[in-house]
């Protein structure tokens, strides 16, 4: 369901209203091609209203590119299938840099035109409703990157020492591929990619096939479960490839680059390791893991500062794994956080950016139940020691999380006081109401989209509770909310233990240790 279909429904009735005269004229004939429309420009996202496109959904992307590491060049064939949701006369891909050569709508070639991030296609006919068809794109040149609002940090189709490293949110498909680039159409991708020898490619899914000619390789990758276009991802380099399997049977498949040696690279290898435990705990508090391969992805890239939720297979920053003195550290907490991501980012998506909390700040309790897990404290003390240790006056309070506008949109306060958002909600409604409306969460809205309106509904429905006045407090209001206790622990929670403290301080330097990188 595109969110423009308002928009829509209007354009369509003005549409209808001047064609009147002739439509009358013609009545019985069936629909004219005078009926159709040009699709929309942009989804109606209001952080981002040239973002994806309305009239069509797609369904999947064949993503065939060549990319050559010594020149930064790629070269695309995109083959996209979609259904029209309105009549088309003309709709639009998203397609940010790159030199269009050729378009083609069912096999016959369809005029095109650029206007900014938007590429117009008409084809030959219009697109009835419903109608089922094929968009193929082929393209070339060298993608254009982005940068993090406020911070000289890259993103986007990133040219490394190494190879590439694809990584971007909300920004990052349209440099490498035409796209509906929201992530309310969400479709499955095959991915061919051709680099020189000896490049090697990993994306999301499974490798399905490897092709080698005398001086390139195509790497054939697999991603069946429908995804985001901001979290499809190819990375290019020399990879150290660990395949194994979890305990329960998920196949893993772990690419660190070749470059990244000693110590760091001790401590990624115990990371990654640890996998297969980290699922199990996230499996146990959010029900069953969404897809059907896991795995991650650390490239050498000295500049990335980031991990990202890349779906299926996570992208790294190895700078996780470094401490503030440079020394090889533990860094569990962003293999917890990403992971996380897959139930709720991932399968469940958001509508809007605007709802961006529902990512950021579930992945970061998920944070919270790992420091439980490591008998480093329960989520119920973190959040007491976030909240005590956050002075009223810190900017930190001032950021709306329910609505952070676009400059905020991964402010800290977002993650932080996301997950605090969450056990204000589970201090509300109690744990057997709290845990069952996060695995109904994940459950009813898997492999879809959702709001943060939804998630209130389905909060007071399983409590049976009016919750709007938490929900306002922590997600709508300005400021810091007043302190309030745990219901059935009065007097208890107000005072922590010294230890408590302690270890609940683990995680807010963690989450230091984090600022010092950027943003996560
Ligand atoms: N969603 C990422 C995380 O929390 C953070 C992120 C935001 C990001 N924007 C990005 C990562 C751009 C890489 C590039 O894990
Ligand atoms: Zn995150």
Known sequence: MSLSSRKFALAVAVTALLLAAPAAAEAGKGRTSNQCVAGAPGVGDAYFPTYGNGGYDTRHYDLDVEYDPATDRLEGDASIRARATESLCSFNLDLVGLDVRKVQVDGRRADWTRSGQEL???PKRPLSDGRRFEVEVRYDGVPVEFTIPGLPIRTGFMDTPEGATVIGQPEVAAAWYPVNDHPIDKASYSFEVTVPNPYEVVANGFLRDRESRPGSTTWEWEAREPMASYLATIDISNWDVHRWRTDTGLPVYDAVDAAITGGLRAEIDAGLARQGEVLDLLVDAFGPYPFSTVGAIVPNQEDLFFALETQTRPVYSKLFWLDSQGNPANADFVIVHELAHQWFGDDVALARWQDIWLNEGFATYAEWLWEEHEGRGTPQEIFQAT???????DPFWATVIGDPGVDLLFDNAVYVRGAMTLQALRNEVGDADFWEIIRTWASTKSGGNATTDEFIALAEQVSGQQLDDVFNTWLFT??????????GQAGVARELTQQA????????NDVQRRLAHGRY
């Open 120 to 122: 117009v296609v008409t």
């Open 387 to 393: 909240y005590d240790a956050i002075p009223a006056e």
């Open 478 to 487: 300005a400021g810091k909310p007043p302190f309030s206790t745990p219901a």
């Open 501 to 508: 403290r302690e270890r609940a301080a683990t995680w807010l």
